[in-house]
């Protein structure tokens, strides 16, 4: 586990646990599905996974990348953005990490 991905030139993943304040798991719900939509719909080459599950307000993001070119790509989207803009306006506490797989077919 790292705290960043520098130490990653291959393919990596990113486990990012994000809890939201009480009154706003519905709209933290809503506020992925555009991002879920753009990662399904395959205009993210590169970016292998991307699911999220919850249980009340806590929240977890799975996220695999081929490589850090296609995590910046990610990052550029706006959906990424818009997502990123509303968890900052509710105050989400998020906690980043990034892994190596042990088995990647």
């Known amino acids: 586990m790292s705290a960043t991905n520098e130490i ?3 393919r990596y993943f ?4 994000i809890e939201a304040p009480g009154d706003n798991v519905e709209e933290l719900v809503q506020a992925f599905k555009p ?3 753009f990662f399904e719909s395959g205009q993210e080459p590169g970016t292998l996974m ?3 599950v919850h ?4 929240f977890v993001v799975f996220e695999q990348y081929e490589n850090l070119a296609a995590q910046l790509l990610h990052r ?8 990123g ?7 989400a ?3 980043l990490k990034y892994y190596e797989g042990v088995f990647q077919p």
Do not use: G, H, W
């Open 76 to 83: 550029q989207s706006e959906p990424y953005k818009t997502l």
């Open 93 to 95: 506490k998020m906690d």
């Open 14 to 17: 990113i486990v990012c646990q």
């Open 55 to 58: 249980f009340e307000n806590k």
């Open 50 to 52: 991307f699911r999220v």
């Open 8 to 10: 990653f030139s291959d």
């Open 35 to 37: 991002m879920i939509q």
């Open 85 to 91: 803009a509303f968890l900052r306006s509710i105050k």
